[in-house]
Every structure is written in C-alpha cells, then in structure tokens.
C-alpha cells in the first residue's frame, strides 16, 4: 500500500519512513505542503500522515482544502498539539485519527492498519480468496493454512489484489501502489513480481491464481470463478 508521509523534521521523517517501509508501505515522505500538494495530484494514495507544523503553512488548514476537493483518502496527523481543542479540531476538520508526539512507532503501525481496514480502504485483517489468505498485521501470505515465505513487494502485491479480488486492478494503481518516488524501478518490475508471485502460488497448491487482463492490468481469483 502506498502512503504519503508529511513530516518536515527531517530525523523523525526518516524514522517514521523507516518503520513504515519495514511494515510493507511504499512510503513517499516530503516535508512541506506544497510538496504534499504535488504528490497527491500525481498519485492516488493508499493513506496519508500528516503534521500540522510544516514550514509553508498550517497541516489543518491544507487538510480542510483536501477534503474540499471530496478527496477519501484516509488521513492520519501526527502531531506535537496534543490539547483536547486540538485533537476535537483535527478530528473535525477532516482527520480520521489523530495522534500526539511523541509515539512508539507500533502504535503508528497499528492506527495505519486500522484505517486501511475502513469500508471505503477495504475489509478485515486477514484477507481471503479461495485458499489464499493474507495477514494484514503479521503480513505473511498462506494457503490452505500452510505459511509461504515472499519479499516485501509480493506481500504488497497480494494485498492489493486480494482487497479486489475479482475486480481487475489496473497497472498504474499496482505500479503506484507498490513503487514511491525513491524506488529504481525497472519497465518490466510489475511483470517480474507477478510472475514470481504467480509460480509461488501455484507451488503451494492455491486454488486462487492472478490472470493478466490485457492492456487493464491484473485480478486474482479462485479458479473457476467467473
């Protein structure tokens, strides 16, 4: 899942970044608004955390624009102001959690999955299609109960597919979702993790295989499915 990290103090954005990477995010970090303004013109975000005391402006009043622009993307601010006033204002603005500084980075890790489970983000902890199920929180893909070992980008890859299972998820929402800015991506990255995706599936026995949907992009579905 792609998400955008607004965070203009330049050590806790590397650590936040860090962390979420880690977790399986495809995280894009910028500190300032107009940077943030940039990013969310060019990508549609999975999930956005945000500060409010960024040095071209004020995170609450760009979040009160964003959600003007009936923008649904989830939003986290992570932020110093911790005042009762300040958290119902973050709230009411627009923020769908809210969380002060500082914060253990599993907390954060937590309310990020939290927020992706939302109707609207998509659906529970553990992912299903057939005899494929996919742990949001522990991220490890299994099939007919049976754990089998991925790299981060086919954990991202199979989440995705899996919250559409069915639906045909067309190549730029995968690209988007699983490469930032930073990321030295090949042409043919997205073809590799599908195919290497696709045969560790079919190893392990899963009843649910990826079929390419020319010139749209990918769906996963149990064989036989219509």
Not at 77 to 95: E, F, Q, Y
Not at 108 to 133: F, Q
Not at 164 to 183: C, H, I, K, M, W
Not at 215 to 225: D, F, P, Q
Request: charged share 25%; hydrophobic share 45%.
């Amino acid at each position: 899942m792609r998400l955008l990290l607004v965070e203009d103090n330049e050590r806790l954005a590397g650590l936040m970044a860090g962390g979420l990477a880690r977790a399986g995010f495809a995280v894009d970090a910028f500190g300032s608004l107009e940077e943030a303004d940039a990013a969310v013109a060019a990508v549609n975000y999975d999930l956005i955390v945000l500060d409010l005391g960024l040095p071209d402006g004020d995170g609450l009043a760009w979040l009160k624009g964003f959600r003007a622009r009936s923008r649904g993307i989830p939003v986290l601010v992570a932020t110093a102001r911790g005042g009762l006033d300040d958290r119902v204002s973050g709230l009411d603005t627009g923020a769908d959690d809210y969380l002060v500084k500082p914060f253990e980075m599993d907390e954060l890790l937590a309310r990020c999955r939290a927020l992706l489970r939302r109707p609207g983000s998509c659906l529970a902890t553990i992912l299903t299609e057939g005899n494929v199920a996919f742990d949001t929180v522990s991220r490890r893909i299994s099939v007919g109960g049976r754990a089998i070992d991925a790299p981060r980008r086919e954990l991202d890859l199979i989440e995705i597919l899996l919250r559409r299972a069915g639906q045909a998820v067309t190549r730029p929402v995968l690209e988007e979702s699983l490469y930032g800015f930073n990321d030295e991506v090949t042409p043919n990255a997205l073809e590799a993790h599908v195919s290497r995706l696709r045969r560790r599936l079919a190893e392990a026995g899963a009843d649910a295989s990826i079929h390419t949907v020319r010139g749209v992009g990918y769906l996963l579905r149990t064989e036989g499915a219509a």
